[in-house]
């Protein structure tokens, strides 16, 4: 166990598991429709984990079941079970949105708060930590460091977020998940909004967050989870029972030698 | 073939260029009577406009001269009863209607408060004249006051009027907030409650203040609900606990007496009134329009 996970007691204490997610049977529902049936998979820490497959495979779902989002929509529901460090997050004692600041999301389209300023939006999360004042400016501003943003906002911190560029923002989105010191971030397509430039800041952002953060992306862009992440899993909704996980493992046994041929399809641009 | 089709091409633009003219002619015909009110208000209330009117109050009846500021002031007292009386529990209301009541109770809920909506305001004058002025003995109890009709009973019955109307705008208005707002406060570990606080109604404020100087404006020219409620008063008073005047009670007491110089008054009042309705009209559109989502 190395030092910094040590020195987190609170998410270590029950298994060595530090900032892993851990997914066990996991099946969702929205009404009476199931969005992803029978999913066992670990994400682990401080790595790039890519989710891809076909549209409607359930890889969204999934991973809004890892921050308690899923159930924001009417009718939906969950069984199974989710663990984040070690510790259950559907558990009765604990509040989904306790859940949601240690497990950070950003969204597919950059969804900075409409009238709050680049500074107000990047500190949102902190201050509901109870930060404020000379802490709260420096959790802020090293925020907008680590998102690369710092440079482009430093001389208009108090102009609306809006004004900005849609891949700003995105960083802007990111730099307020970060803010908000979650152990894990989710980032649900990000870069689909976004011009080739501004996704590959976000791709390399991606890598660097890694080093700290565990990072689960959705992305439909199989280049993009070549690119960046270390470990694939690829979801498919063969029948309309609700997408499933054919295969999870290191992105280059994926992609050069994975072992479900459902799998050699879809990466190889055969469907989807 | 050929000439066939010509043909049917000018029948075309015929009927287009009817139906244009019509409908063009019923826009236009919508506007005329507000057209004719204000050239009436120009043409009758412009010239009794004086200096006195807004700082001099009316003086013994049936002599000339004197003003409305008690009017002007007692509806601008009124207005700010109701607004502080009224706003608290209209926009409570929209909130619990846009962010919480969408099952049955919200639906029961959003039923009533449109079917207050469409209670005549003498019913509500009425309503709290049974309420409130009949009971002022109790009140009094407690203020020390010993009136029975009151500015207080008169902003009871304009917040009532306000009520669904505010209610229902700050619905809609949160209801165009995009989920995906909502979402990125929730994704923060922003509680509902501090996302409603926080993210959702600021977002939605300028639609909310439009509605709150709308509905302002039409209570502002209510004279029925005040007819027992705030009586209207020929004294000055700031009193919130007496009786008040109101620029509609005024107008009306003044165009149906029988000395000119109320008529003349009466046309000022109007012309006063329809400025200030006009002003917060505008105001709202303004505020509206200014860019910030």
């Given at each position: ?10 998410t ?8 892993a ?24 820490q ?21 921050n ?39 969204f597919?389209?950059p ?7 680049i ?13 404020r ?10 925020a ?53 430039a ?20 959705v ?7 070549a ?36 799998t ?8 989807g | ?31 005329v ?31 000339a ?12 007292l ?16 929209g ?5 919480y ?10 039923f009533?408060?449109d ?7 003498i019913?509500?004058g ?29 902003g009871?019955a304009?917040?009532?009027?306000m ?32 996302t409603?606080?926080?993210?959702v ?13 709308l ?9 029925a ?38 008529h ?14 006009l002003?917060m ?13």
């Amino acid at each position: 166990m190395s030092i910094e996970q040590a020195a987190r007691p609170a998410t270590s204490a029950a298994e060595p598991d530090g900032r892993a997610v851990d997914v066990r049977g996991l099946t969702a529902w929205y009404g009476a429709k199931v969005g992803v049936r029978d999913v066992d998979i670990r994400f682990p820490q401080e790595k790039v984990t890519a989710i891809i497959g076909p549209s409607g495979c359930g890889k969204s779902t999934l991973l809004r079941c890892l921050n308690r989002m899923h159930e924001v929509v009417k009718g939906a529901r969950i069984e199974g079970s989710v663990r984040v460090g070690g510790q259950d997050i559907y558990a009765r004692s604990i509040d989904a949105a306790e859940i949601r600041q240690r497990v950070g999301m950003v969204f597919q389209r950059p969804n900075p708060f409409p009238t709050m300023s680049i500074w107000d939006n990047a500190g949102v999360g902190a201050k509901l930590l109870g930060h404020r004042g000379s802490e709260l400016s420096d959790m802020i501003e090293s925020a907008l460091r680590r998102a690369g943003l710092w440079d482009e906002v430093r001389d208009k911190l108090r102009t609306p977020a809006i004004d900005l560029s849609g891949g700003q923002q995105q960083r802007l989105c990111i730099a307020r998940c970060i803010a908000a010191r979650p152990e894990v971030i989710l980032m649900d397509e990000p870069c689909s909004a976004l011009d080739p430039a501004a996704t590959i800041r976000i791709e390399d952002l991606m890598r660097e967050l890694a080093r700290e953060y565990t990072v689960i992306i959705v992305t439909h862009n199989m280049h993009q989870a070549a690119r960046v992440s270390d470990y694939t899993a690829f979801m498919l909704a063969e029948d309309g029972a609700g997408g499933r996980l054919v295969e999870f493992a290191d992105t280059d046994t994926v992609f050069t030698n994975p072992s479900d041929q459902r799998t050699e399809a879809y990466v190889t641009g055969r469907f989807g | 073939m050929i000439a066939a089709t010509s043909r049917n091409r000018r029948r075309r633009r015929i009927v287009d260029t009817i139906a244009s003219a019509a409908i063009t002619g019923a826009g236009i015909g919508v506007i005329v009577p507000l057209v004719v009110i204000l050239l009436f208000l120009f043409v009758k209330g412009l010239p009794a406009l004086h200096v006195d009117l807004f700082t001099q109050n009316p003086g013994p009846t049936g002599v000339a001269g004197g003003g409305i500021k008690s009017s002007i002031v007692g509806s601008v007292l009124l207005l700010g009863l109701a607004l502080v009386m009224g706003l608290p529990p209209a926009i409570a209301t929209g909130v619990y209607l846009a962010e919480y009541g969408r099952g049955r109770l919200g639906f029961v809920i959003r039923f009533l408060v449109d079917v207050l909506a469409g209670v005549p305001s003498i019913t509500i004058g009425i309503f709290v004249y049974t309420a409130v002025v009949l009971n002022m003995g109790n009140i009094n109890r407690f203020t020390g006051g010993d009136q029975k009709f009151t500015a207080f009973a008169g902003g009871i019955a304009l917040a009532l009027i306000m009520l669904p109307i505010v209610s229902r705008v700050t619905e809609e208005m949160l209801l165009l907030v995009p989920q995906m707002t909502r979402e990125a406060s929730y994704a923060l570990g922003v509680p509902k409650w501090r996302t409603i606080l926080t993210v959702v109604l600021p977002a939605a404020s300028s639609g909310i203040m439009t509605g709150i100087v709308l509905a302002s404006a039409r209570v502002a020219g209510e004279a029925a609900p005040l007819l027992f409620t705030a009586l209207g008063n020929n004294f000055y008073s700031t009193s919130i606990f007496r009786p008040i005047d109101a620029l509609p009670l005024r107008i009306f007491t003044y165009a149906t007496g029988p000395f000119p110089y109320q008529h003349d008054q009466a046309w000022a009042g109007s012309f006063v009134l329809v400025m200030m309705v006009l002003v917060m009209s505008i105001g709202a559109r303004l505020l509206l329009r200014r860019p910030g989502r």
